[in-house]
């Protein structure tokens, strides 16, 4: 079974500092890899994802991701944050195709990082 | 396309009580997915159906809750006798499977919360 691990609960930054949110997963298997934005109140948005080819990913409002695979590791970078990018985000995988068995495309999310961008 | 739907979007209960909750996945998809998300956690699936048929379900899902999805249409997700560990936002989502490769297109509803009092 794959799990998923955000290193930090609470991340604050000063406006257009830039930031690194990471994200560590386990699996014995292929998996492919998302980052999720929730603004207070809302649904989750997708802001980028990973499922073959280059390893760096880019995603909307200038995020981007680079998966690593011998270190697990699928961390986002913002080069300089604005305060609009407040909010918590969400590392999550899901168990890849090739793996054997069925996994449904259900996700597996990390706990969270609440990003706090300061003025 | 007007995404994933779900309503009510706020619901406070009496603990005993029963609760249903509904989701409206966008009309193309036939993928389902209900997760449940409590206060400084990541969402947790709950269950899955793939049109109609309900395909896999989370041991968290207990013997309290039921989802169907008639008609592979939209979903109902129940919660009899309602307990205070039950309050928490409960998340929709639908997907397609691209007919070739790989296309997880989810769609996340902004979601029910409930509260149980």
């Known amino acids: 079974a794959q799990s998923v691990t955000q290193l930090d609960s609470q991340v604050p930054v000063f406006e257009e500092a830039p930031v690194e949110l990471r994200c560590n997963y386990s699996?014995?298997?292929?998996?492919?890899l998302f980052w999720y934005v929730q603004y207070p109140n809302q649904g989750l948005q997708l802001l980028l994802k990973?499922?073959?080819?280059?390893?760096l990913v880019k995603g909307i409002n200038g995020f981007e991701a680079e998966f690593n695979k011998s270190q697990t590791s699928f961390h986002l970078r913002k080069p300089s944050v604005h305060i609009s990018d407040t909010a918590e985000y969400f590392c999550?995988?899901?168990?890849?195709?090739?793996?054997?068995?069925?996994?449904?495309?259900?996700?597996?999310f990390g706990q969270g990082t609440i990003l706090t961008v300061h003025p | 396309d007007t995404g994933v739907s779900q309503n009510p979007r706020h619901k406070i209960t009496k603990r005993g009580q029963n609760v249903t909750f509904r989701c409206d996945p966008i009309?193309?998809?036939?993928?389902l997915y209900w997760y449940r998300q409590t206060l400084g956690q990541g969402p947790e699936f709950l269950t899955y159906?793939?049109?109609?048929?309900?395909?896999?379900k989370s041991r968290l899902l207990s013997d309290r809750f039921s989802a169907e999805r008639p008609k592979g249409s939209f979903s109902t997700l129940e919660i009899q006798r309602t307990e205070q560990g039950d309050s928490a936002m409960y998340l929709c989502?639908?997907?397609?499977?691209?007919?070739?490769?790989?296309?997880?297109?989810?769609?996340f509803g902004s979601g029910t919360r409930l509260t149980v009092v």
């Open positions: 009309s193309e998809h036939n993928r």
């Open positions: 999550a995988v899901i168990q890849g195709r090739d793996a054997g068995g069925t996994s449904y495309g259900k996700l597996t």
């Open positions: 989502a639908s997907s397609s499977r691209a007919r070739t490769g790989l296309n997880y297109g989810y769609t």
């Open positions: 699996s014995s298997v292929s998996v492919y």
């Open positions: 990973y499922l073959s080819g280059s390893t």
């Open positions: 159906f793939q049109n109609e048929a309900q395909l896999e």
